[in-house]
């Protein structure tokens, strides 16, 4: 067994942080059998310290995320995956000595290879609406769509309930429902790790960012 773990995980919000470990371990475990489980280092934070400063508080959140990039440094994480879409928007004006699995990034490739020039967004109301992802899009030559109006307000609502652990039933199947309607038109990307807790994995027109940043965690 090695004594060297060079792959790390920023803890952030408890929901969407544990969905990302389990579904780390999971598929480390399918490609590896047995009772593997991934080896990783885990640095947790207080996401009170980061959240009410998210979208773009950069003032505030670049400090405390170069803080916590130092000190994650030390403890010799090369790969480090962070479990929050809307913060890489904050990383990408960081200068980062470390490997980061880039959801956006990740995404643009996948659409490159697969080539795919228009997509649906499903995120936060913030994420839907910002310039951040469609200009990034943009210069790749992909057309970010977006959900009507009444079905963001609803997508963001859901999301926060996830976040708080109030989702019901038929609010799941209402929100799967959603994705089956506009993955019938063009692709849906899913850009926020509440929502990836019930994206819909056998959709080949549902792309997650979360499932893109966990493949290119276990390489």
Not at 7 to 34: C, D, M, P
Not at 143 to 155: C, F, H, N, R, Y
Not at 173 to 201: D, H, M, P
Request: aromatic share 10%.
């Amino acid at each position: 067994m090695s004594s060297i773990i060079s792959k790390g995980v920023l803890g952030l919000g408890a929901v969407s942080t544990a969905f990302y470990l389990k579904e780390i371990h999971k598929k480390y475990h399918e490609r590896n059998h047995q009772f593997s489980t991934c080896p990783l280092l885990m640095y947790q934070i207080d996401f009170q310290e980061i959240n009410p400063f998210l979208p773009n508080q950069f003032g505030v959140l670049i400090p405390k995320l170069k803080e916590t990039l130092k000190e994650i440094t030390t403890l010799g994480i090369m790969k480090l995956l962070v479990p929050n879409i809307t913060l890489h928007e904050t990383l990408d004006q960081i200068e980062i000595p470390l490997k980061i699995c880039h959801p956006v990034d990740l995404t643009l490739k996948h659409l490159e290879d697969h080539q795919i020039s228009e997509v649906y967004l499903f995120g936060t109301l913030y994420t839907m609406n910002s310039e951040y992802i469609k200009s990034r899009f943009l210069a790749k030559k992909v057309k970010v769509l977006q959900p009507a109006e009444s079905d963001q307000k609803w997508i963001d609502d859901f999301r926060k309930k996830v976040y708080q652990g109030n989702e019901t039933l038929e609010e799941i199947i209402f929100f799967q429902t959603l994705i089956r309607k506009y993955s019938e038109k063009n692709v849906v990307v899913i850009a926020c790790t509440e929502l990836s807790v019930f994206s819909l994995k056998e959709n080949p027109s549902c792309i997650d960012m979360m499932d893109l940043q966990v493949e290119e965690f276990l390489k």
